[in-house]
């Protein structure tokens, strides 16, 4: 019988001035959400443990569950969306690689320029109308000579849905992993709103992660 998620002890009630619902809606931004009070009971009652030797049951089942319904082998669970973007710069890519990218994308943006800090890397960045990123512009910028003073192509970037709200098509990404898959470089989905996405596009968050290596996927959007 499959456990219950996450695995909880006694219930216990959390005090009331927490469970406290929000009275307005804020429109200002999808990252202004609260929990609702079900979601933060869950957590209250979750079993915890030390995650590094193992034992924290529910750390274990989400990280589990996560990587069932994204298709992938495995899944890590990090405290932030900046941090999974950047361990996906730093698992796929050497220090001075090159990542291709747009250039109105998350990681040009909004992570203060850990791409260069962190993972020592440098972003080639494409102008991406409504977050597309073209195959055929990637395919330009893919490093395939052996000149010993360029940079190596190490990763492609996609963002889906775009933090500008709009959704790239399915055929858009698969030519883009058609492109990547040709010159063997892996390609990492910024997919902070991919269940966002793939509600728009009607299709099962899998349909879109067949198309990359590694996805971040946030769970406070
Ligand atoms: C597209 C996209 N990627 C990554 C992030 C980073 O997530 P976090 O704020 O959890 O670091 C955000 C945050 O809004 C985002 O919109």
Known sequence: MPLPFPPTRQPTRL??????????????????????????????????????????????????????????????????????????LLSHCQRGDEVILGDDCHIVWHETGGAAVI????????????????ATEIQKRIRTGDDIH????????????????????LADMQAVWDVAQQHAIPVHLDGARIFNAAAHLGCDVRDLTQYCDTVMCCLSK
Do not use: W
Request: hydrophobic share 40%; aromatic share 4%.
């Open 15 to 88: 005090p009331c001035a927490i469970l406290r619902e929000p009275t307005m809606i804020d429109v200002r931004s999808d990252t202004v959400t609260h929990p609702t009070p079900a979601m933060r009971q869950a957590m209250f009652d979750a079993v915890v443990g030390d995650d590094v030797y193992g034992d924290d049951p529910t750390v274990q089942q989400l990280e589990t569950l996560a990587a069932t319904i994204l298709g992938k082998e495995a899944a890590l669970f990090v405290p932030s969306g900046n941090f999974g973007n950047q361990l996906a």
């Open 119 to 134: 993972a020592g890397v440098q972003l080639r960045t494409i102008a991406s109308p409504d977050g597309v990123l073209a």
């Open 150 to 169: 360029a940079p190596r192509t190490g990763l492609i970037c996609l963002e889906n849905a775009h933090s500008n709200g709009r959704v790239i098509p």
